[in-house]
């Protein structure tokens, strides 16, 4: 059995730079990757087969398909190599901006990649066809996202600098966000991407105003630094100073009865 975590991803800024003709939009993120996520299991089968599991399942078992399924049908129709039985821990909120189905679709190519020998290269075109989020996802390390997000940089990163992301338990439609930007380019990201902006904010809190008690919550709390909106929302996060500061302001919001992730940037 190969087990892959696909790690909650992070825009640690998001500017959007113009709407394209293929309906996608013009982008310059940069994108971080935390400890913790969702667990992907997959091991070699007489039959294909796909099991959810853990808090967050329920969300998705009416879908009659999804993008770990995608993932893996992709995988067979490329490379072969026989069935599999799938099992997917969905630890994350869904429709969250924290990677999510993208992250989980990348861990089930890693996994596979891993059973059979075939590198992340070999599988980038699959993930690129999936989704805008999933090469970076694929990939799991700190870069600079341009076009779809698709074209990388890889940058780097704060490896362990302690980060909180909280939920306020509101899903929130990617597709109505990017509707709702209002269009205007409001300038590349800067030499320091972590000084940039979310230009999906305003909308996003537009849809659902409690993004603006978690933000505010969030730049409240002693020792926090960076605190933005990660994705299309509604999950927010803050870099902190420290493991104490980070725990401290975890435990001063866990009575709002959100969801909340203390964890690491990798």
């Known amino acids: 059995m190969i087990v892959e975590t696909a790690k909650a991803k992070l825009n640690l800024a998001l500017h959007v730079r113009a709407r394209r003709a293929d309906g996608y939009h013009e982008l310059e993120t940069l994108f971080a990757f935390v400890e913790h996520g969702d667990i992907v299991s997959v091991t070699r089968a007489e039959a294909d087969s796909f099991m959810l599991a853990g808090p967050f399942a329920g969300v998705l078992a009416g879908e009659g398909g999804n993008l770990v399924t995608r993932a893996a049908a992709e995988f067979a129709r490329e490379f072969g190599h026989g069935a599999h039985a799938i099992t997917l821990d969905k630890r994350l909120p869904v429709a969250s901006g924290i990677g999510g189905g993208s ?79 209002d269009g205007i380019d409001r300038g590349p990201l800067p030499a320091d991407p972590r000084a940039g902006r979310n230009d999906l904010e305003p909308p996003a809190r537009a849809i ?12 409240g709390a002693p020792g926090a630094g960076l605190v933005r909106m990660s994705g299309s929302g509604a999950t927010c996060f803050a870099l902190f100073d420290g493991e104490a500061s980070r725990d401290a302001a975890a435990a001063a919001l866990s009575g709002r009865g959100w969801w909340m992730l203390s964890t690491r940037l990798t």
Do not use: K
Not at 120 to 125: I, K, N, S, Y
Not at 131 to 150: F, K, N, Q, W, Y
Not at 158 to 169: A, E, F, I, K, S
């Open 208 to 219: 659902a105003p409690v993004i603006d008690d978690v933000l505010d919550a969030l730049a």
């Open 103 to 181: 992250a989980d679709a990348a861990a089930t190519l890693r996994a596979l990649g891993r059973l059979h020998g075939i590198s992340v290269a070999d599988m980038f075109p699959i993930a690129a066809a999936l989704g805008s989020d999933v090469p970076a996802c694929l990939h799991g390390v700190t870069a600079i996202g341009r076009g779809r997000g698709e074209r990388l940089e890889p940058v780097p990163g704060l490896p362990g600098t302690p980060v909180l992301l909280v939920n306020p338990g509101v899903a929130v439609s990617t597709a109505e966000v990017f509707r709702r930007w």
